[in-house]
């Protein structure tokens, strides 16, 4: 097996997670803070979610391709860090998924109501 190709597989499908979690918890901030507006903020999103597809598909073949070949005359490579790395940003997504459902959201204020400051 050629580690080193199955290490850039996994570290491919680590890109696509980090696309997919700026995608879906921080775009509407990428977009604020590059001034995009709300066609910027769904632009931001698309392009999170199409990257997150194409490094994470990227990955996986990449990752089988190297499981699928012969080894013999590579240098040894370490896979443990790679697959902490991967399975911490699992985590982290579900993590930021289930606080971003449990948290309470943010009261409406009826029609003529002001707010004090």
Same mark, same amino acid.
């Given at each position: 097996m050629r580690k080193t190709t199955v290490r850039r597989g996994i570290r491919s499908i680590c890109a696509g997670i980090i &696309? #997919? /979690?700026? &995608?879906? $918890? $921080?775009? +509407?901030? /990428?977009? &604020? #803070?590059?001034?995009?507006?709300?066609? =910027?903020?769904a632009r931001i999103t698309f392009l999170g979610f199409f990257l997150a597809g194409m490094l994470g598909? $990227?990955?996986?073949? #990449?990752?089988? @391709? =190297? @499981? @699928? %070949?012969? =080894? %013999? +005359?590579?240098p040894?490579?370490? #896979?443990f860090p790679s697959f902490v790395v991967l399975f911490s940003l699992v985590v982290l997504f579900f993590v930021l998924t289930y606080t971003w459902i449990t948290s309470p959201s943010v009261p409406v204020l009826a029609p003529g109501e002001s707010i004090n400051i």
């Amino acid at each position: 097996m050629r580690k080193t190709t199955v290490r850039r597989g996994i570290r491919s499908i680590c890109a696509g997670i980090i &696309a #997919l /979690i700026v &995608a879906t $918890f $921080f775009h +509407g901030d /990428i977009s &604020a #803070l590059l001034r995009l507006g709300m066609a =910027g903020d769904a632009r931001i999103t698309f392009l999170g979610f199409f990257l997150a597809g194409m490094l994470g598909g $990227f990955g996986v073949l #990449l990752a089988a @391709l =190297g @499981l @699928l %070949q012969n =080894g %013999q +005359g590579e240098p040894r490579v370490r #896979l443990f860090p790679s697959f902490v790395v991967l399975f911490s940003l699992v985590v982290l997504f579900f993590v930021l998924t289930y606080t971003w459902i449990t948290s309470p959201s943010v009261p409406v204020l009826a029609p003529g109501e002001s707010i004090n400051i």
